[in-house]
């Protein structure tokens, strides 16, 4: 339930970790994405501290791909993930509305308002969280390669 990687630019190789925990809410159970630095000295995860290390648009995509292979594993499974403060939700809402067209394709994507009401994500609506499902899909043919 864990997944760690590095984060590679001009403040150095930062070791990242990405871990999926279970929690239950009113309306179901969402396996919660937590994402920080590991800090070695406590032996824990850091999701306050800042890098700052130029790479955000591939730390991104690693955690996309993160969730692409978790989900592939468990494909009922809805992941809930929120920033630790309002600006990384914001910074999240972005990536989410900048990659829209492809992530759509591959999760139906909602929204967590400031009611904890969950809505179909819409470009440019602050969210306190979001939830991303895998779509399943039917194949309509076999292919033998």
């Known amino acids: 339930m864990e997944y760690r990687f590095n984060s590679e630019g001009p403040k150095g190789s930062i070791k990242k970790i990405a871990r999926f925990q279970p929690f239950v809410t009113n309306v179901g159970t969402f396996m919660n994405l937590g994402f920080g630095n590991w800090d070695e000295s406590t032996q824990s995860m850091n999701d306050k ?26 494909p009922n ?32 994507i909602s929204g967590v308002t400031e009611d904890n009401e969950i809505e179909p994500f819409v470009k440019n609506v602050n969210y306190i969280g979001f ?9 309509s043919q076999l292919d033998f390669i």
Not at 50 to 61: F, G, H, M, V, Y
Not at 85 to 105: C, D, G, H, W
Not at 131 to 139: A, F, G, N, S, T
């Open 77 to 108: 499974t809805e992941v809930y993930a929120e920033g630790s403060t309002p600006s990384r939700n914001r910074l999240y809402r972005m990536r989410i509305t900048r990659q829209y067209a492809v992530m759509s394709k591959m999760f139906i």
């Open 131 to 139: 939830i991303v499902k895998p779509k399943l899909y039917k194949r």
């Open 49 to 74: 501290v800042t890098s700052d290390n130029k790479d955000i648009d591939k730390i991104l995509a690693t955690l996309a791909h993160i969730v692409l292979h978790f989900t592939a594993k468990f």
